[in-house]
């Protein structure tokens, strides 16, 4: 294993499976967890979460020091990997968007699992996208934008999208918007009569699962109230008002103040690290390795994805 660019940061994961939580983009296997584990601490040293932490804040963590970061609140994190974690005695850190684990739901994951649950393939998943763009209003400027548009520019920080994913993440965040991407996400799972109960059932952990990683000695951090694909295009109103409830939401759920964050889709700007100075928030992550660490708001993480092709390779 290289490590030419030896500095600390967070290894960051999202979704596992198993029998129960089905295999869709992105997602690994316990077994596959245990590899990545292995694989790194042949170059590096991987820290309990709350070691990593205290050495950060105290700025002694050494180059090969690592730790393990989970976003998302995501149950399959709770049942697949967690075990996982315990057989390695480790401990991570787990940043968690609020509204999920107060008895919301969220149309981020939702959709995730629709695409992956309702079609054969990621690729017929967007055919469907594009095809009912093309039957609304958006049809127009989604066109208009895509003219100029070159994929392997958008997002080439992350190696690990193809140009399909830069395509789609283009039109949603950047045309649609997020009131517009729902408007046609919705108009698609309604076309299949999905019943949205029952479809969001193994989704997201809830508060209890969320309090019990804190009491193993987990660290549980911010990761906005609602997860905006684009939190950087919100006014710093709006930030506010998502990290403020994130904030509140965990400080009544564990009965102490979080004071760490990971920025969702690494999207932030001044007024993001301001508001987080604000609720005294020490150590925050981004999501790549490719910028240098600019402040303790924004160590860097490599990507399960990245790992496990090196793995591969």
């Excluded at 964050?261 to 604000?278: A, E, G, M």
Aim: charged share 25%; aromatic share 12%; net charge negative.
């Amino acid at each position: 294993m290289k490590t030419s660019d030896l500095r600390p940061h967070g290894i960051m994961f999202h979704h596992f499976y198993n029998e129960k939580h089905i295999q869709g983009q992105g997602a690994i296997s316990a077994d596959e967890l245990a590899q990545i584990i292995e694989y790194y601490q042949q170059s590096y040293q991987i820290l309990p979460a709350r070691e990593w932490l205290e050495k950060a804040n105290q700025g002694t963590l050494a180059d090969n020091e690592a730790c393990l970061t989970f976003d998302d609140a995501l149950l399959c994190q709770y049942e697949v990997a967690l075990p996982v974690l315990q057989q390695f005695d480790l401990t991570a850190f787990w940043f968690v968007y609020s509204s999920v684990i107060t008895g919301g739901s969220e149309k981020l994951e939702i959709y995730r699992k629709f695409r992956t649950a309702c079609f054969e393939s990621i690729d017929e998943f967007y055919r469907c996208f594009f095809r009912t763009i093309g039957d609304s209003p958006y049809q127009a400027d989604v066109a208009t934008a895509l003219r100029g548009f070159i994929p392997e520019e958008y997002l080439k920080q992350f190696p690990f999208y193809t140009n399909p994913d830069r395509q789609f993440r283009f039109v949603r965040d950047q045309v649609l918007g997020p009131t517009a991407y729902t408007e046609v996400l919705d108009l698609m799972m309604q076309a299949e009569k999905i019943d949205l109960p029952e479809f969001t059932s193994d989704l997201w952990m809830n508060d209890q699962q969320v309090l019990d990683l804190h009491e193993r000695e987990h660290v549980i951090g911010l990761h906005s109230h609602t997860h905006p694909t684009a939190l950087a295009a919100l006014d710093a109103n709006a930030q506010r008002a998502e990290y403020q409830t994130n904030f509140e939401t965990l400080n009544r759920i564990l009965r102490v103040a979080p004071d760490t964050v990971s920025h969702p889709c690494n999207s932030y700007n001044t007024d993001t690290l301001q508001i987080l100075k604000d609720l005294e928030i020490k150590v925050g992550f981004r999501s790549n390795m490719a910028e240098q660490q600019i402040s303790q708001l924004e160590f860097p993480r490599e990507d399960h994805a990245n790992i496990m092709d090196k793995i591969a390779a």
